[in-house]
C-alpha cells in the first residue's frame, strides 16, 4: 500500500510539474508573431504590432517628440531651494541624432540647455551637468491640456532646488 501510494503522489507531482511546464512556455511562445505583419516601424510582441521607439500613433508614422516641440512659458513651484523663477521663456527643439532625443534651451532661466529623452507622453531629463550646475527629472505632456509638467531637482554651488515646472506654449 506504502508503494502504491508513493507511486501515485510521484506521479501526481510530474504531472503538475508538466502541466506548468507547458503553460509557461506556451505564454513565451513568439510564434505568436510569425503570421502578423507590422508596419516598417512596428514590431511584433505576443501577437500585437507595437511602435517602435520613438514614434506614436496608429500606424506608428508619427515622431513621439513632436508634441514636445516649440516655445513655453515656464512656471515653476520649488519645495525646497531656490526658484528660478516664472514668466520666462523656453525653447525645445529636436535632437537630429536620436529621434526620441530633444533639447530644452534656457532651461532653469540662465541661457543653458539640457538633454531629455521623449517616451510617448513622458519627459526625462536624464543626470548632467549644465554650467556650475546638475540637473535631472521627469514629466509628462498633457495632451488635454496642451501643457508640459516637470519635477526636477537642480543644484548649483551645494543648494538644491526640488521643483516642478509647467510649461505653457506660446
Do not use: H
Request: net charge negative; proline share 2%; charged share 15%.
Amino acid at each position: 500500500m506504502k508503494f502504491n501510494m508513493k507511486t501515485r503522489i510521484y506521479n501526481l507531482s510530474i504531472l503538475c510539474v508538466s502541466v506548468i511546464f507547458l503553460l509557461v512556455v506556451e505564454s513565451c511562445d513568439n510564434r505568436k508573431c510569425t503570421d502578423v505583419i507590422c508596419g516598417s516601424r512596428q514590431t511584433c510582441m505576443n501577437g500585437i504590432c507595437q511602435c517602435s521607439a520613438g514614434y506614436e500613433g496608429t500606424t506608428c508614422d508619427t515622431l513621439a517628440r513632436d508634441k514636445f516641440l516649440g516655445q513655453y512659458q515656464v512656471s515653476n513651484a520649488c519645495v525646497q531651494g531656490v526658484s528660478p523663477g516664472n514668466g520666462y521663456a523656453i525653447q525645445i527643439w529636436e535632437d537630429f541624432n536620436e529621434i526620441n532625443k530633444v533639447q530644452i534651451n534656457n532651461i532653469v532661466s540662465n541661457g543653458l540647455s539640457a538633454e531629455a529623452f521623449v517616451d510617448r507622453n513622458l519627459i526625462e531629463i536624464p543626470d548632467q551637468n549644465i554650467g556650475a550646475g546638475t540637473i535631472f527629472g521627469q514629466g509628462s505632456f498633457d495632451e488635454v491640456l496642451q501643457r508640459i509638467i516637470i519635477e526636477y531637482n537642480y543644484s548649483v554651488n551645494g543648494q538644491l532646488s526640488n521643483c516642478t515646472a509647467t510649461f505653457f506654449p506660446q
